[in-house]
């Protein structure tokens, strides 16, 4: 029940960003303004026990959820086949580039704290 | 034979093939995925993918009869994003102190993401309309779309590209930052959040809690950053 209630809780956050963006014409996506919305609803106590369990469900199983845009990839497989091994090179080497690049700016910046 | 083919014409025409076929191999490439000690290259999103992918393909199922299903796991992606704030919200304190320095970790890794990405396209020669599809590829999927259409590229070819960003963050980070000596769960789950968006996050919040508190952070981050930046630059 209490993940159930988070879950409205979640949605009706949502909600409550989808309306402001469309309101304020914000270049954001609904559920990006819902979860700062959501940092601040958790100020108030009785808001975390259910947020906490519906949280728990959702991002536990957050993988699962890619899946039906994922499999939206073989609407493509024309463009993705015809310059293949160049987009693979591209994906590849920008992926890695942010990943490398992120790490290491945020480690060089704070040394102190690279622990486990 | 043909009452077979009657069964599959009835089944792949209601929602309930899309959503039992998007539960169902998930949890078995999920199983899969536990039994090999969640390697990298087990990735239950990969393999879920290639699986109905193949079935479509080989039964000539279209993808928005697949979608009418898997619609209703598509949904909860938007609720999903809204609870990345419950991890973050339990980290409060350490992420306020350590806030200037993630700020300028997801601007510089986001930007050398975004334009190697472009700077390749343009060096490869292919079209204009690809290379802009391409600048989003690190934020999440429905995102990505809505900014390329914004800046000229094609919304369905953008999240596809991000899909495959996602992956193969997922799949290749853990050996990148064993490579570059990166320990810190926070520094790796930022880092997987900022260059491979949720399918990255999702691998993070399976390896440790610190990695996907950070990673779903860093995904946010990243959204308003790519949202607020990337349209000055076309």
């Known amino acids: 029940m209490s993940a159930l209630r988070g879950l409205a809780l979640l949605l009706l956050l949502q909600a409550a960003g989808e309306g402001l963006t469309h309101a304020l014409s914000l270049p954001f996506p609904g559920p990006v303004v819902g979860m700062v919305l959501l940092l601040v609803a958790l100020q108030w106590p009785p808001v975390r026990e259910p947020v906490a369990a519906a949280a728990q469900l959702l991002l536990d199983h957050l993988s699962l959820l890619f899946v039906p845009v994922g499999v939206g990839v073989i609407t493509h497989l024309g463009i993705v086949a015809r310059h293949g091994l160049q987009l693979a090179v591209i994906v590849v080497v920008s992926t890695w580039l942010g990943l490398a690049v992120t790490a290491l700016v945020l480690r060089g910046l704070q040394r102190d704290d690279d622990a486990p | ?234």
């Open chain 2, 1 to 234: 034979m043909t009452d077979f083919v009657q069964l599959w014409v009835y089944l792949s025409s209601t929602p309930l093939f899309g959503l039992t076929a998007t539960l169902a191999v998930y949890v078995l490439a999920q199983a899969v995925y536990e039994r090999l000690d969640r390697a990298p290259l087990a990735n239950p999103v990969l393999w879920s993918v290639v699986a109905i992918g193949v079935v479509l393909l080989a039964t000539g199922t279209p993808y928005p009869a697949y979608f009418a299903g898997a619609q209703f796991v598509h949904v909860l992606l938007g609720p999903a994003v809204v609870a990345l704030a419950w991890p973050l919200w339990q980290r409060r304190s350490e992420v306020r102190r350590r806030g200037g320095a993630l700020g300028v970790a997801a601007l510089v890794g986001g930007t050398a993401a975004a334009a190697s990405a472009v700077g390749l396209a343009w060096l490869f020669g292919l079209p204009d309309d690809v290379l802009r599809s391409l600048a989003p590829k690190s934020v999440t999927a429905p995102v990505a779309m809505g900014i390329a259409e914004r800046i000229g590229g094609v919304p369905a070819l953008a999240a596809v590209f991000a899909v495959l960003t996602g992956i193969v963050g997922a799949l290749s980070a853990k050996y990148l930052f064993d490579a570059l000596r990166i320990r810190s769960w926070a520094v790796r789950g930022f880092a997987l959040g900022t260059a491979s968006h949720g399918i990255g996050a999702a691998r993070a919040i399976q390896v440790h809690p610190d990695a996907g508190a950070y990673a779903g952070m860093a995904l946010g981050l990243q959204v308003v950053l790519t949202a607020l930046l990337m349209p000055l630059f076309f």
